[in-house]
């Protein structure tokens, strides 16, 4: 048999419930009281605009690519002189996990994480957001680009890989698992 | 006047005095269990959330009533009759003052766990009646819960009895208006009387028949609508019921302490109300407190520690009534 302890855990139990029965309300009510987000709160993602209301990507679609969940996509059109056209940025709002990974690979600090909590909507389509329509966009800045020397040239494919080839040489003959040689 | 007449006019107002005690009940549960829980309970509705529960028994009322097939058509439907008409039916023996009594039986404890009894056997007809594994088990459960518990509940009720010499509830509050209240000298029996009360109500840490985390709800997991709605409206009657027969039994009834019990008039009943509802908020603060217990830690709970209680007190009880009856001659 259990040896008999004095359940003492009971009365703490009840004691605690007791305190909190008489605590001070805690709750939010969330459409009447609202809760201030904290400076870090992240949601869904936006964009970055600048002091002239102008938004600054670049349709460069490294977000794009980023994005684990394929949230963004980005239709950019390319005229002759090699502008490039921003025709939709669609953000799939309801799918995204706000994971912030898309603004941290964005070079150009053109979007950032919002602090709009309320995301739920009556109608499925409101779910997608077309966050830049039919707009330019920007040139990204560049710096000068340095004058080409006969040391920072750039190695030509072919040469690269012939040097691959004539250091590992030895060692693929002596495996002799080469295809092309035997 | 027409006694059948009389009949279904008490009949009515009966229904509605369990309505309102159901609605108020169930209100004062979702306030205390959220305080409890550092929450607010509804608030919306009317002041404090009060008219909350009008939209909750529209809700009830005009929801399909579904059938599951495959159940055993007649128990399933029989069920919650089985489970409501004790209920109110036990509202009669509940002395709210010395008039306002339904039906003053020499006998009315032993009447009122009688139709308390006949609530798990309706459970049970639940359970079988649904054709579902959670239902079944969850009606087990209840029958095995309340075998194991009724014994040290009637045992611990045994003890007024005992102390009065009568079985009527009117007859043991009267006893105590001129006596101490007998939660005194019966502090076990009481607290025994607590105990069982919970699980007899079916609420936590003994909701074994209706473990939601487990059993889905029970034995009423397949019912819905109005169906649902009397077996939830029986078991907080029965809530109201078992706290009515504690403040009865052992916190004086109708009575308070330094005051004339005749001179007491319409304020009895309240007095009485007011006191069932303490016990019933004990019976809350409890439930918000304490987790489930195991099934199997709960009926050792009951056969092994509160039952040998019951039964050794009880002896004890009755030796001392009758060495004190044989010295001052009958009587305590
Ligand atoms: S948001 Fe940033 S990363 Fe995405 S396309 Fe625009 S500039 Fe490129
Ligand atoms: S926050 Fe994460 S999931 Fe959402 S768009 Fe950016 S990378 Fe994709």
Known sequence: MARWKFPVGIFKAMRIAW???WRKNIVIQYPHERYELPERARWSVEMTLDENGHHTCTGCKICENTCADYIINIDVSVDEERNKHINHWLYQRGAC?????CVEACPFGAIHMGKNIELAYFDKEDLTDDLLTDTDAVKPPRKERPAPTAKSEPVSQEAAHDGAGKTGKSTKEEGGADGDNS | MNPWATGILHTLLLIVVMLLNGSLIIYM???VLGHLHLR???????????LQLVPDIVKLLVKEDRHPGKTDRWLYIIAPVIVFVPALMAYIAIPFSDKLIGFDVNLGVLMLFGFLTVIPLGIFAAGWGS??????IGATRAVGGAISYEIPLLLSALIPIMLTGSFSLKAITMAQ???VWYWLPAFPAMIIFFICSIMETNQSPFDMSEAESELVSGFNTEYSAMRFGFMYLAEFSNNFIMAAIMVSLFFGGWSLPFINPNTMGAFAPIVFIIKTYLVIFAFMFIRGTFSRYRVDQMLAFGWKKLMPIALVYTVVVAFFVKLISMKTGGGL
């Open chain 2, 131 to 136: 054709h579902n594994k959670y239902a079944l």
């Open chain 2, 177 to 179: 208006t001129t006596s």
């Open chain 1, 19 to 21: 305190i909190n029965l």
């Open chain 2, 29 to 31: 549960l979702r306030k």
């Open chain 1, 97 to 101: 996990m706000m994971c912030g990974l």
């Open chain 2, 40 to 50: 607010l309970g509804p608030t919306e509705l009317g002041p404090g959330g009060i």
